[in-house]
């Protein structure tokens, strides 16, 4: 009796220490597949991740961004105020590393890697002493290990998007915020979490709302108990998002109101009509139906709807070429089964009602803009995916041990690892073999190859006229070149700056029309093929990855 009870602690130890293991090689497993290739896969800096980085390299030698503002909490950048939290995040990689971009990747990278930890220590917490107690620790390496895999995820982990780094701050701060209900200091730090989430990225200022409205009717019992806490948390967490409401109802709000649905643009215009139609025809019920109000629902009805697309989700992603990899849904096929049943579990129990509430908001802010679905601003789905997935690997593991035969069951088992495991590597190889050559253009692939020619040419031109039919010219000259901050931000006064108006020193950015600038003289062009054409008598020219030509360089 005395050697059993002996033996118990230490068969406790020893499972402890196989759990601990597996944990490490997940994040290890994490680790290496966002830090592989980081600077050279995706193939190029997209015109944000350019921007994010020089303006960390403008505050880290003058302590403004490119335009002059010292030590702002949004970025001016292209008028759409990014978030600054990112290029704050940057400025130590690239005083490391220099300015290139496996500097301007690594933060979204490193804490893309603590993400996965942050999925295991929140889904632990949910579902500690709840009925899935005994399969918790299971769940969350599960949970914990899909995202470590999961194509979403990888996607926005190896790029230097803000919307990873607020998944990072919502993740963890949910997980003190459960840990609060026990121990009510934890309040505090979820409260500091969260509000940093909204100097990450946009979403959050919605969605986390939302996620705190539900959760506090769901766990209101828990709060009354820690009701002098929770005041504590309102207070430090008003005082840690003040500076952003300052901002948003300033120049701040300007990304908001570029991109969302609540706008006429053509829609109100057409129910107008319709309401004149329906008057001129006795129909006055018509003007219930046909009004902004209703044009609005439905516009957002929509975009929120358009998230659960199965094609987006499983099979094709989202449209922009730099949001996932070819032919890769933002999830594995595989996972649509397990993640039903994992929502049928859900629905029936109290534990996991948390975690469905945050699924169904986590759309929300992308809901109400355009171009939807969208993976990046549907980003904090995440983990909610991979645990509905791990909830129904778990459920049909477990009935096929008790029902099946020990040989029925192997083979099961064997089965389902070989479609993981194939789905996996299918998305490596599209990732790392097939995107980078089929979407480089959607990567501004070229400008960076372009800037030695530039160098080697520029001394003998009085001016150098480039395109911007890629868009935004004038930051990978920035930040390639690099052209020194404090020079740049002499350079202007204020007022809103288009992209035509973005030239410096002999630099011009705009379209060239060949028909005109053939006959310009001591000129340096750099333009499309479509602008220029191959009879100009060309000195270089740019590829994409697949070996079309991206720029021609001509020298007049």
């Known amino acids: 009796m005395k050697e059993n009870q002996k033996s118990l602690p230490r068969r406790q130890a020893g499972k402890i220490k196989n759990q601990n293991l597996l944990l490490v090689s997940i994040l290890f497993l994490a680790a290496i597949l966002r830090l592989y290739q980081l600077g050279n896969n995706p193939p190029a800096l997209d015109w944000d991740e350019a921007s994010l980085g020089y303006n960390a390299y403008s505050i880290l030698k003058t302590g403004k961004d490119e335009f002059g503002r010292s030590w702002p909490i949004s970025i001016r950048s292209f008028e759409d105020y990014k978030p600054a939290m990112y290029t704050y995040l ?5 005083y490391i590393f220099g300015l290139n971009e496996f500097a301007v990747r690594l933060p979204s990278a490193f804490l893309g890697t603590l993400t996965v930890f942050a999925a295991y220590l ?26 470590a895999i999961s194509p979403w995820h990888l996607q926005f982990s190896r790029v230097a998007f803000e919307s990873n780094v607020s998944l990072f701050f919502v993740i963890f701060g949910m997980w003190a915020y459960l840990k609060g209900l026990k121990t009510g200091g934890w309040l505090s730090i979820a409260a500091l979490l969260l509000g940093l989430s ?31 806490w929770v005041a504590v948390s309102a207070i430090i967490g008003f005082f840690i998002i003040v500076p952003f409401l300052l901002e948003t109802f300033g120049a701040g709000g300007a990304r908001l109101s570029s991109v969302t649905v609540l706008k006429p643009e053509g829609r109100v215009e057409t129910e107008i009509e319709r309401i004149e139609y329906d008057r001129a025809h006795g129909d006055l019920f018509g003007a219930l139906l046909h009004n902004r109000r209703v044009v609005y629902a439905k516009a957002v009805i929509k975009g929120y709807l358009d998230h659960f697309n199965l094609d987006f989700l499983f099979l094709q992603g989202d449209a922009p070429g730099r949001h996932h990899a070819q032919d890769v849904g933002m999830l594995y096929i595989w996972e649509a089964p397990f993640i039903l049943l994992g929502l049928l579990f859900a629905l029936k129990t109290r534990e996991l009602q948390p975690l469905l509430w945050w699924f169904l908001v986590a ?7 355009t171009g939807t679905p969208h993976a990046v601003r549907a980003l904090l789905y995440l983990p909610t995916y991979q645990l509905f997935t791990a909830i129904g690997i778990s459920q049909i593991v477990s009935l096929a041990r008790k029902h099946l035969s020990q040989q029925l069951f192997r083979g099961l088992v064997l089965v389902l690892g070989f479609i993981i495991l194939g ?134």
Request: one cysteine or more; glycine letters at 4%; aromatic letters at 16%.
């Open 90 to 94: 940057t400025i130590p990689t690239i």
């Open 122 to 147: 929140l889904v632990g917490e949910l579902l500690k002493k709840s009925r899935w107690e005994k399969q918790c620790e299971i769940l969350a390496l599960l949970t914990s290990a899909l995202l």
């Open 198 to 228: 909204f100097y990450s990225y946009h979403s959050p200022r919605l969605v986390v709302p939302l996620i705190l409205l539900g959760w506090s009717w769901l766990y209101r019992r828990q709060l009354l108990v820690q009701k002098r």
């Open 363 to 369: 759309p929300a802010a992308s809901a109400i803009t």
């Open 423 to 556: 789905n996996f590597f299918y998305y490596l190889e599209m990732y790392y073999v097939h995107t980078p050559v089929e979407v480089s253009q959607d990567w501004q692939y070229g400008y960076k190859q372009a800037v030695p020619i530039i160098k080697q040419y520029e001394s003998q031109v009085s001016r150098v006229v480039m395109t911007y039919a890629y868009d935004q010219p004038h930051v990978f000259l920035l930040f390639y070149l690099p052209v020194d901050p404090a020079w740049y931000q002499r350079q202007w006064s204020g007022g809103e700056v288009l992209r035509e108006q973005r030239g410096f020193a002999k630099y011009e950015f705009r379209r060239i029309k060949w028909a005109e600038d053939q006959y310009k003289t001591d000129t340096l062009f750099i333009g499309t093929p479509e602008e220029i054409p191959d009879t100009a008598g060309e000195v270089a020219h740019v590829s994409f990855l697949d070996g079309s030509i991206a720029l021609r360089i001509v020298k007049r």
